[in-house]
């Protein structure tokens, strides 16, 4: 049986990019891409595809000085940056989003966490891509509640990490579990230091013109143009909307124009930004940060 399970209204990804799916019907599902463009296709192909690509994200990468017969001969094209016409409102025929070429992969090579294995997806008609641990998002059946994220608007890209709050308090999933990571010891210290550290902002990200700017000593509130120092930050978190699309986002920013001349260097950017709030991500899965191999006792010399 195919691996993934294949519904109406579902959006996926293949090498021409994401789909919706209008229908299925046995071994058969009628697509339709973003461009408008519908095509008829098998189940198995699309699940073959799919899997392919979590192996792809999986496969070892090349170490710094391999042979180059180690190498693939096929050379893999490489991102060289965001153009201009990739901050337009419809997605479609945009190129940052490329499987291939895109800021995709670029960021997940920068992206090392030992036992977290980092892929990216592309939602369905969005000016946005995120990046997650393969595993748990199947666990989630597609569904990410928690990770990172780069949208890109007419203003510019903004990038970092999210967390949905649902409508309901639940006792156990990515936001409860972020919260009891914020009350314990360290924790909000810890969050502050990197907002500051980075120039990163908390908002929601269906109200992104509300929200707290970290300093060395607390936090501010900005609302539009008012800046109101000493704010708290459980407060701020509790009056944040919840449902569907809310979610708290601690992001970085910057304006279309540098964003185009960083070129390449943005994936290092977004890379870097992504591994200092592993912290945030961790804690939003349970999952604590691995202990790191010991080495032995270097032996002293009798001589």
């Known amino acids: 049986p195919p691996k993934h399970a294949f519904v109406k209204g579902g959006h996926y990804e293949n090498m021409k990019g994401p789909y919706e799916v209008l229908s299925v019907v046995g071994n058969t599902m009628r697509l339709r891409w973003e461009d408008g463009e519908e095509s008829v296709t098998d189940v198995d192909l699309q699940d073959r595809i799919l899997t392919r690509f979590e192996r792809e994200v999986r496969a070892p990468r090349p170490k710094p000085g391999a042979r180059q017969e180690d190498l693939e001969l096929t050379p893999v094209p490489r991102f060289r940056g965001l153009a201009p016409t990739d901050f337009a ?21 920068e992206l090392e966490a030992g036992d977290l294995c980092f892929g990216f997806w592309v939602p369905f008609r969005q000016q946005r891509m995120v990046w997650a641990d393969v595993d748990r998002r199947a666990e989630g059946g597609g569904a990410l509640p928690t990770g990172f994220f780069c949208r890109l608007d007419a203003a510019g890209a903004t990038w970092g990490f999210f967390v949905e709050r649902p409508t309901e308090a639940a006792r156990d999933g990515a936001w409860p579990r972020f919260l ?121 010399s009798t001589a």
């Open 89 to 109: 409102p419809d997605p479609a025929g945009t190129t940052w989003r490329s499987r291939n070429s895109g800021l995709g992969h670029a960021v997940a090579e």
């Open 180 to 300: 009891a990571w914020l009350e314990a010891p360290g924790g909000e210290e810890t969050l502050r230091t990197l907002a500051a550290g980075r120039g990163l902002r908390l908002c929601c990200r269906t109200a992104p013109s509300t929200y707290l700017q970290a300093s060395g000593s607390g936090w501010s509130l900005a609302e539009g143009d008012r800046r109101s120092p000493g704010a708290r930050l459980g407060e701020f978190l509790r009056t944040l909307p919840a449902g569907p699309g809310a979610a708290l986002e601690c992001a970085a920013s910057l304006g279309k124009d540098p964003a185009v001349r960083r070129a390449a260097k943005l994936g290092v950017d977004l890379g870097q930004t992504f591994a200092a709030l592993l912290p945030l991500y961790r804690a939003s899965l349970g999952v604590e940060e691995p202990e790191k191999p010991r080495r032995p006792a270097r032996k002293r």
